[in-house]
């Protein structure tokens, strides 16, 4: 785009006008661990904002610092409506929580811990109460089977053990 037809304020604000994140209208349920994550993310954006927020004539610090301010207010909504959930007395149902291993059709053993959806993360194999995986398995015992609908196509799953 030819510089005559962008003008100068649009460049000081550019970035600073962003989405605010969406938050689920799901109940937040989170695990100790899950929250004690929101808390030390919320300290770590207040941290870093105090850090720019006296950067009035750099650019870079004030959009930086519109990004922080959104997610503050997102982590600090997310803390606020926080249902903590404390590990059932019993490992015998799966519940919110659970670290659960099932074996797939083919014998090929899966192991999936169902947390809060802001700790969701299926590089850690910890998947959001509210996936499909996780409604499929909640409420089972160990030795049931479940189907996990999936895009992808459905596949059985056999309950082998249930820990929290």
Do not use: C
Not at 54 to 67: P, T
């Amino acid at each position: 785009m030819s510089r005559g037809f962008v003008k100068e304020d649009d460049l000081e604000h550019a970035g600073t006008d962003l989405p605010e994140r969406p938050i689920s209208t799901l109940p937040n349920y989170v695990t100790a661990t899950g929250f004690e994550h929101l808390e030390q993310h919320a300290n770590a954006l207040s941290v870093e904002r105090l850090s720019l927020v006296n950067k009035k004539d750099d650019q870079v610090a004030i959009q930086r610092l519109a990004v922080i301010e959104r997610d503050l207010r997102y982590v600090s909504a997310r803390l606020k409506s926080a249902i903590l959930s404390a590990p059932p007395n019993n490992n015998e149902t799966i519940l919110f929580g659970a670290t659960v291993t099932v074996e797939d059709e083919a014998g090929k053993p899966h192991v999936f811990t169902i947390v809060g959806d802001d700790e969701a993360d299926i590089k850690l194999n910890k998947v959001s109460w509210s996936s499909p995986i996780a409604k499929a398995l909640i409420r089972q015992k160990v030795g049931d089977t479940v189907v996990w609908s999936r895009p992808a196509g459905n596949i059985t799953l056999e309950i082998i053990k249930i820990s929290y």
